[in-house]
């Protein structure tokens, strides 16, 4: 975080709900690693995220879509 984000960052993660991680996560996500690793060079925390997405069934806001293969509930933010 740059020096003067920090009021912005607050705000941001007060608006976010926290999503248990479980069993059904971690094989969700095995499974994308699994398919998506050496193709999409995807990686562990990307791939939690990504499961955790469709396991609640919420739309994913990201910047980089490619860290998301096969997710279709993905929205791209204002900037």
Do not use: W
């Amino acid at each position: 975080m740059r020096a003067g984000e920090e009021i912005g960052i607050a705000a941001l993660f007060a608006g976010l709900d926290a999503m248990t991680i479980d069993a059904t996560t971690g094989e969700l996500a095995g499974e994308r690693l699994r398919r998506y690793r050496r193709s999409h060079g995807l990686e562990l925390g990307d791939a939690l995220i990504g499961a955790s997405a469709v396991q609640y069934g919420e739309r994913l806001a990201t910047f980089n879509r490619r860290h998301y293969p096969g997710i279709t509930q993905l929205k791209v933010p204002d900037r």
